[in-house]
């Protein structure tokens, strides 16, 4: 992935979420942390088109997330902080396929593409099953499992084991360790983002670190001392 900002920032109603910044990532791994409100989840939405920069351009593998929007939200899917807002139809594999339709998956193919991504999750059994009996961790893996079924090359995950117990947190970080396609993950779990390659750090809509997840989430927490 190559994801460019150009002196890209947001800001609602003349208070900024975020500052104007120019960076670009590469890479497998990225991590993105910091305290409640500075800016993080505006980040990750500038990504794939969710939020549209107020000032400057952002670039997803080379388009532009407003020019381009469509294709970049194919490009780069995103899992919402709550699943549940996310899984709207009350079967499971029913939701995945409706996603899959959406985005003009042969009818033919939405039942195999559907149990392939559950299968993928080890959460298969789960297909037939309704969204609002599923545990939190069962559903932050249909969640992950519904935007995979879509085949993006990126895949951003915000607060992805939030609410979850030591086991389901587990189980949700093994997954996201062994996903083939990029990923971008915001986390308060700072042990989910360990063996990460770079993570950001936000502070009040600005980007004050930039490294090498050890170093990054040391200078973090010594900020909150
Ligand atoms: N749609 C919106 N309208 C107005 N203000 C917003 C909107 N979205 C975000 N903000 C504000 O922008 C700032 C940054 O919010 P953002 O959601 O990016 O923070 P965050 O770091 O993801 O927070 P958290 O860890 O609590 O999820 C906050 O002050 C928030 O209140």
């Known amino acids: 992935m190559r994801i460019e900002f150009l002196e890209a920032g947001?800001?609602?109603?003349?208070?900024?979420?975020?500052?104007?910044?120019?960076?670009?990532?590469?890479?497998r791994r990225i991590g993105i942390i910091g305290l409640n409100g500075s800016g993080k989840t505006t980040f990750a939405r500038l990504i794939n088109g969710l939020t549209k920069p107020t000032t400057g351009k952002v670039r997803v593998n080379g388009r532009d997330t407003v020019d381009d929007q469509t294709a970049v939200t194919a490009d780069a899917g995103y899992v919402f902080q709550s699943p549940q807002n996310q899984i709207i139809l009350p079967i499971?594999?029913?939701?995945?396929e409706l996603g899959l339709k959406a985005r003009g998956v042969a009818k033919s193919d939405l039942?195999?593409?559907?149990?392939?991504?559950?299968?993928?999750?080890?959460?298969?059994?789960?297909?037939?099953?309704?969204?609002h009996e599923l545990s939190g961790g069962e559903l932050q893996l249909a969640a992950l499992a519904a935007v995979l079924a879509t085949r993006p090359s990126l895949v951003i995950l915000d607060e992805p084991t939030n609410q979850l117990d030591l086991k389901n947190r587990r189980r949700v970080a093994e997954t996201i360790d062994a996903l083939n396609e990029d990923?971008?993950?915001?986390?308060?779990d700072l042990a989910t983002l360990s063996s990460f390659e770079r993570v950001l750090l936000f502070h009040e809509g600005r980007l004050v670190g930039d490294g090498p997840a050890a170093s990054v989430i040391a200078e973090y927490e010594a900020m909150n001392h």
């Open 92 to 96: 499971l594999k029913d939701d995945i």
């Open 183 to 188: 990923v971008i993950a915001i986390s308060h």
């Open 10 to 27: 947001v800001t609602y109603e003349g208070r900024a979420a975020l500052h104007p910044l120019t960076l670009t990532l590469t890479g």
């Open 111 to 131: 039942s195999t593409r559907a149990e392939e991504a559950l299968a993928r999750l080890g959460i298969a059994h789960l297909a037939q099953r309704r969204a």
